[in-house]
């Protein structure tokens, strides 16, 4: 059941709440932001990728940028993480004290030590010089190198799974709550494991960048996820929930209609519930 709807208001949730805070991808889609997406549960707030206008989102969903915690990345194409350094400098800005803990692929440690601190080291010497505390200028990453449980904490533990896309490392990840299991996709090529990673998940959030048509037209389209792959998905793992999201192909056509038919596609081969993912979109857990 959705608790709050998009560019919604500050609102009470009750916890764990998963928020699809970017549904876009990589164009500047004006109605979609890149992607991102939130979890809060007691005590911890974590959010999963940084693509375009993240920050942005997060702050529209209601989210206290001084108050998140945790970064999961799924892989380094820049639409997953090019608000990454807006989020540690803004949230920095807003008084975040405490240091982010980054979670991510190989390659994430040199992302942000060049891509944010050698990229940005007049900026945070300046705003230093005036006193702000550097401990929100540091952070631990933990790049992710297997697969399986790599976080653990008394709300929940997360785990990696890594399936092809782009030829890079690339990872999907899986929460665990309350005797529930969240998984949230990268891009993604379909992959048997993924069925098994995703198998009795209450809620997965998927990738799907566009129609098979769509798809097979580019060269890049077999690194991706479709409809009918989806819901051969989520059909085959038995999950209760789905959520679209990295919808390219709005992106591409400017077609505000399109996504739906990508919905309408899923629920002709998947029975259980199918939201198209919008920003802003948040759900119980
Ligand atoms: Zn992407
Ligand atoms: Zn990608």
Same mark, same amino acid.
């Given at each position: 059941?959705?608790?709050?709807?998009?560019?919604?208001?500050?609102?009470?949730?009750?916890?764990?709440?998963?928020?699809?805070?970017?549904?876009?991808?990589?164009?500047?889609?004006?109605?979609?932001?890149?992607?991102?997406?939130?979890?809060?549960?007691?005590?911890?707030?974590?959010?999963?990728?940084?693509?375009?206008?993240?920050?942005?989102?997060?702050?529209?969903?209601?989210?206290?940028?001084?108050?998140?915690?945790?970064?999961?990345?799924?892989?380094?194409?820049?639409?997953?993480?090019?608000?990454?350094?807006?989020?540690?400098?803004?949230?920095?800005?807003?008084?975040?004290?405490?240091?982010?803990?980054?979670?991510?692929?190989?390659?994430?440690?040199?992302?942000?030590?060049?891509?944010?601190?050698?990229?940005?080291?007049?900026?945070?010497?300046?705003?230093?010089?005036? =006193?702000?505390?550097?401990?929100?200028?540091?952070?631990?990453?933990?790049?992710?190198?297997?697969?399986?449980?790599?976080?653990?904490?008394?709300?929940?533990?997360?785990?990696?799974?890594?399936?092809?896309?782009?030829?890079?490392?690339?990872?999907?990840?899986?929460?665990?709550?309350?005797?529930?299991?969240?998984?949230?996709?990268?891009?993604?090529?379909?992959?048997?494991?993924?069925?098994?990673?995703?198998?009795?998940?209450?809620?997965?959030?998927?990738?799907?960048?566009?129609?098979?048509?769509?798809?097979?037209?580019?060269?890049?389209?077999?690194?991706?996820?479709?409809?009918?792959?989806?819901?051969?998905?989520?059909?085959?793992?038995?999950?209760?929930?789905?959520?679209?999201?990295?919808?390219?192909?709005?992106?591409?056509?400017?077609?505000?209609?399109?996504?739906?038919?990508?919905?309408?596609?899923?629920?002709?081969?998947? =029975?259980?519930?199918?939201?198209?993912?919008?920003?802003?979109l948040a759900l119980e857990v």
């Amino acid at each position: 059941m959705p608790v709050a709807d998009a560019h919604a208001q500050v609102t009470v949730f009750r916890m764990p709440t998963f928020t699809l805070v970017g549904s876009g991808a990589v164009r500047a889609n004006p109605r979609r932001g890149g992607t991102c997406q939130a979890l809060r549960c007691a005590g911890e707030t974590l959010v999963i990728d940084q693509g375009r206008g993240a920050v942005q989102g997060l702050k529209n969903c209601g989210f206290d940028l001084a108050r998140i915690d945790t970064v999961f990345l799924s892989h380094l194409h820049f639409d997953h993480v090019c608000d990454l350094a807006q989020l540690i400098l803004l949230s920095w800005v807003y008084g975040r004290t405490h240091r982010l803990a980054i979670y991510g692929p190989p390659g994430t440690r040199e992302f942000l030590e060049k891509g944010v601190r050698e990229a940005y080291a007049m900026d945070i010497a300046s705003r230093l010089s005036h =006193g702000k505390d550097p401990a929100g200028m540091e952070w631990d990453v933990t790049e992710i190198a297997r697969e399986g449980a790599f976080r653990s904490t008394p709300q929940y533990e997360a785990q990696a799974l890594f399936t092809e896309h782009g030829h890079l490392p690339n990872i999907n990840f899986r929460f665990e709550l309350d005797g529930k299991r969240i998984v949230v996709t990268s891009d993604t090529e379909p992959s048997p494991r993924l069925v098994e990673f995703c198998r009795g998940a209450e809620l997965l959030c998927v990738e799907c960048s566009g129609t098979r048509e769509f798809l097979a037209a580019r060269e890049w389209g077999a690194w991706h996820m479709n409809p009918q792959t989806v819901a051969e998905l989520a059909s085959k793992a038995g999950v209760k929930r789905v959520v679209l999201k990295h919808l390219v192909i709005e992106d591409w056509s400017e077609d505000p209609e399109i996504c739906a038919k990508l919905g309408a596609q899923v629920r002709a081969g998947f =029975g259980g519930e199918v939201f198209v993912g919008h920003d802003g979109l948040a759900l119980e857990v």
